[in-house]
């Protein structure tokens, strides 16, 4: 079989970035629109609705993505891009997105009743995007850098995620998250889905860390 070129390589590359960066524009932007009927029905108005949003790790990684895949196709990057240049954080927002995905199609799905249009941004934000974006990742060439020691730095986001949705939800007794409700399903049980939840996330960083190793060996084997 023969090896994509350098160019191809690079062309594919920023084909699947510009086609991410605005799927996710698309459906962040589409998600506040269709959502309007269901934040209403909240008391929320159009601005706290947009921070209320901005609660779900869906949103906050789906904006990550878009960030990385602006900074892969940005010609002057400035400081947020260089971060978002770095393959570890790159990794990162990987097992993260692959998290999302996993967490919402076997734990949270069908907990809330969605119109066709939420429909379709639910298939956007929990599907295709994070789809593209391990498609993406999947080929840059740079994963050689990633290590194992690298995963307990990744997860210290999530993690500090976890806390500041809990003592909110402790607080004003609303959890966002059905598997974190304290009141409904008892502290021992939100506690396991925690640790499962935390423990699939190293699982993911775990896997990605060798697929990374896989391929940078195959990289640097002898033609034959």
């Given at each position: ?9 690079s ?14 524009i698309v459906?962040?932007?589409?998600q ?6 269901l934040f ?10 947009a921070?209320?949003?901005?609660m ?9 993505i ?23 954080v790159?990794?990162a ?35 295709l995007a ?19 020691s690298d ?6 986001w999530p ?7 809990m ?8 959890f ?26 190293a ?5 990605l860390?060798?697929?990374a ?7 640097k084997?002898?033609?034959?």
């Open positions: 079989m023969a090896c994509m070129s350098g160019s191809s390589h062309e594919l590359a920023r084909r699947l970035a510009r086609s991410g960066f605005v799927l996710g459906a962040i932007v589409a506040y629109i269709f959502f309007q009927p209403r029905q909240m008391g929320l108005g159009p601005i706290s609705s921070f209320g949003m901005l779900f790790l869906t949103i906050l990684t789906n904006l990550m878009v960030a990385v895949y602006w900074s892969s196709l940005a010609t002057a990057p400035g400081r947020i891009s260089a971060f978002f240049s770095q393959t570890g790159r990794t927002v990987a097992a993260q997105i692959a998290l999302v995905a996993i967490v919402y199609i076997t734990a949270i799905r069908g907990q809330i009743a969605l119109t066709s249009p939420m429909m379709v941004t639910d298939v956007l934000l929990h599907y994070p789809a593209l974006y391990l498609t993406w990742w999947w080929q840059l060439p740079e994963k050689h850098a990633v290590s194992y995963i307990p730095r990744w997860m210290a993690i500090t995620y976890l806390c500041l949705i003592m909110a939800g402790l607080s004003t007794g609303a966002i998250y059905p598997i974190l409700d304290v009141s409904r399903l008892g502290t021992g049980m939100v506690a396991l889905n925690i640790v499962l939840v935390l423990g699939l996330l699982v993911l960083c775990a896997s860390v060798l697929v190793k896989v391929q940078s060996a195959k990289a084997a002898p033609a034959r």
